[in-house]
């Protein structure tokens, strides 16, 4: 008899590790653009209308503490794909830097592992044209950053290079336009093309279904890339990059009208968000229709705080997007996931996006030698089974002259060569900053090694200088950055 109950515990404990891989989990990855952490009704707002984001905040893990791995777009979206602190592979800021092809990304692993692949709404990670105008750096001859998914491991796409209007994204009103945003077409105004242009994973501009609410438009794509991937029976990998709510800003009447007596600027921010989290709500319901919503971890996102001139708010978090105080940098942060989290909690550990790459892995049980060659990112899947409590080591973040290493408790950091270290579980708004320790001293140490380690990898230790030869960039050192007087680049 103990003999037999041996085996079964034996049994149990070698289902955790193996049940992962069982079924190989499909995979989609949300990313709202500049929404701030308390631009959502699970995190406080009381005026934007987010009840599909709230489910998913009452059905699985509401990460407190999850951040983006930088303080504005692109980069960020280097870390999701990755692993890695985006300064590794010269994604510096917005439009500066491609991700580069030597770099291995989540789509390339997935795609070995049998995966379909698919990349929808923003990219900017590089051009997706040489042969026209297109977007902030799309154009005739620009060859050195054309840079599609295609070659990142991606089997189809549906993309822009960077932001659009949140309504009918390729139209912009004559008469009437302003950068942050306006009040949607009137049937019959006159309107010029934006200038950005959706394109397919072949390099060809999509013409049809551009018309309405954004995220309407993108989760149109997304839908048949899933049904398609479940009638061949093959797993999926689904990169969902919206739009919304970077500027401009323009909501649909129907969206509007859920804001009456709001400001027009309100109204089409707030409009968006829930136009966005709508279409949230229909890619899970589409999931349960199907029947694959049981083993497909959904995780969301913003890729950095709110933008200055907009609505957003940070929840009392300490400043905005370009920052790497808490407001710039920690954002909401989801995942639902009902194979592996059946019930629903909320944690206090410090997690990044360049966890997404390091927990799926771990899911797969893949082999650590086709892993990226430093990550910065590590597994949740402790977490996620509730073994974990504390992250393993500190998070850093650069962007531009500021550097901020986050650890379980304590916080550093330095902007323009002025050191703060902040107890962040403590004072997360970053109101009084504590004295120097011994321990807080040795922090700065780590610091400045972690610098040098991101160098290094953008220098080409680890796969060479092809990259970095072509591109011809410059290390961005947060400790000696001057900003320069030059025309300011469109996000």
């Known amino acids: 008899m103990r003999y037999y109950l041996a085996y079964i515990l034996l049994g ?5 590790p193996t049940a992962l891989n069982s079924q190989k989990p499909n995979v989609i990855l949300l990313m709202a653009d500049d929404l701030g952490w308390g631009d959502t009704g699970y995190n406080g707002n009381p005026v934007i209308k987010t009840p599909y984001l709230d489910q998913m905040a009452s059905e699985g893990v509401q ?7 930088s ?4 980069p960020t979206r280097a870390s999701v794909l990755t692993g890695r602190n985006p300064f590794r592979t010269g994604v510096f800021k917005a439009n500066h830097g491609i991700l580069r092809p030597e770099e291995i990304t989540l789509a390339e692993l997935l795609s070995e592992e049998g995966y379909a692949t698919g990349h929808f709404g923003k990219w900017h990670l590089g051009t997706l044209t040489h042969t026209e105008k297109d977007a902030n750096r799309g154009k005739a001859g620009n060859i050195k950053e054309y840079n599609p998914p295609q070659k990142h491991g991606y089997q189809v796409a549906f993309v822009t290079e960077s932001k659009v209007p949140t309504w009918d994204p390729m139209k912009k ?3 009437r336009a302003a950068k942050v945003g306006w009040d949607y077409l009137q049937k019959g105004e006159s309107y010029k093309p934006f200038g950005t242009a959706y394109w397919d994973i072949d390099g060809n501009k999509v013409t049809d279904n551009l018309e309405g609410d954004d995220s309407r438009v993108i989760m149109d794509r997304v839908l048949p890339f899933i049904d398609t991937s479940v009638k061949n029976d093959k797993p999926f990998l689904a990169v969902v990059w919206f739009h919304t709510p970077h ?8 969206y509007q009208a859920m804001y009456e007596g709001q400001d027009s600027k309100m109204k089409n921010y707030a409009g968006c968000i829930t136009a966005m989290d709508e279409q949230i709500g229909r890619l899970r319901q589409h999931l349960k229709e199907i029947g694959v919503d049981e083993n497909t971890m959904i995780w969301f996102c913003s890729d950095n705080g709110p933008e200055n001139k907009n609505s957003g708010v940070t929840g009392g978090f300490r400043e905005r997007k370009r920052s790497l105080h808490e407001g710039g940098i920690r954002v909401p942060g989801l995942l639902v996931w009902p194979t592996m989290v059946k019930e629903p909690f909320k944690t206090d550990m410090p997690c990044v996006t360049s966890d997404y790459l390091p927990t799926v892995a771990d899911a797969l049980q893949l082999d650590k030698s086709k892993l990226p060659y430093k990550l910065d990112g ?3 899947i402790p977490l996620l089974g509730r073994k974990q409590m504390f992250r393993n080591s500190y998070i850093g973040f650069c962007f531009d002259n500021q550097i901020s290493f986050s650890g379980n408790r304590y916080k550093v950091y330095e902007k323009n060569g002025i050191l703060e270290f902040y107890d962040i579980v403590n004072d997360p708004y970053e109101k009084e900053p504590i004295q120097k320790s011994e321990e807080l001293v040795s922090l700065k140490e780590g610091m400045d090694h972690f610098l040098n380690s991101l160098q290094q990898s953008f220098e080409g230790k680890e796969y060479g200088t092809e990259s970095y030869d072509r591109m011809q960039q410059q290390w961005i050192n947060p400790y000696t950055y001057q900003k320069t007087k030059s025309k300011k680049s469109k996000k």
Request: aromatic share 16%.
């Open 173 to 175: 009103p004559i008469e």
């Open 12 to 16: 149990v404990w070698l289902f955790i």
């Open 247 to 254: 500027e401009p800003c323009v909501a649909g009447p129907k």
């Open 378 to 380: 590590e597994s949740l």
């Open 63 to 69: 990460f407190n503490r999850f951040y983006s791995a």
């Open 71 to 74: 303080a504005v777009c692109s």
